[in-house]
């Protein structure tokens, strides 16, 4: 999966109409940023160091993210901070 294709997949859970932005390494990291130019992240290896496999999706984990962020933007508007509690 792309930077781009995980983009839009947040874009569609959030809902609205949310402009994805490309911005440059240069501009983000500098000019003397390097990067690899294509990951591809092996689970089974990942499962095979950690001893565990992972137990949510991917949206699933956006999920509970989008919903992370929802609630401590409420908490922000109310004055308090994303953790406190009533």
Same mark, same amino acid.
Request: aromatic fraction near 4%.
């Given at each position: 999966?792309?930077? *781009?294709?995980?983009?839009?997949?947040?874009? /569609?859970?959030?809902?609205?109409?949310?402009?994805?932005?490309?911005?440059?390494?240069?501009? /983000?990291?500098?000019?003397?940023?390097?990067?690899?130019?294509?990951?591809?992240?092996?689970?089974?290896?990942?499962?095979?160091?950690?001893?565990?496999?992972?137990?949510?999706?991917?949206?699933?984990?956006?999920?509970?993210?989008? /919903?992370?962020? *929802?609630?401590?933007?409420? /908490?922000?508007?109310?004055?308090?901070?994303p953790g406190?509690?009533?």
């Amino acid at each position: 999966m792309s930077i *781009r294709q995980l983009a839009k997949r947040v874009v /569609a859970k959030v809902g609205g109409e949310i402009p994805i932005e490309h911005i440059a390494y240069s501009e /983000a990291y500098g000019e003397d940023f390097e990067d690899i130019q294509r990951r591809v992240p092996e689970v089974d290896k990942l499962k095979q160091a950690i001893g565990s496999k992972p137990s949510m999706t991917l949206d699933e984990i956006l999920d509970d993210i989008i /919903a992370w962020r *929802r609630l401590a933007g409420l /908490a922000e508007m109310r004055g308090r901070s994303p953790g406190e509690r009533v």
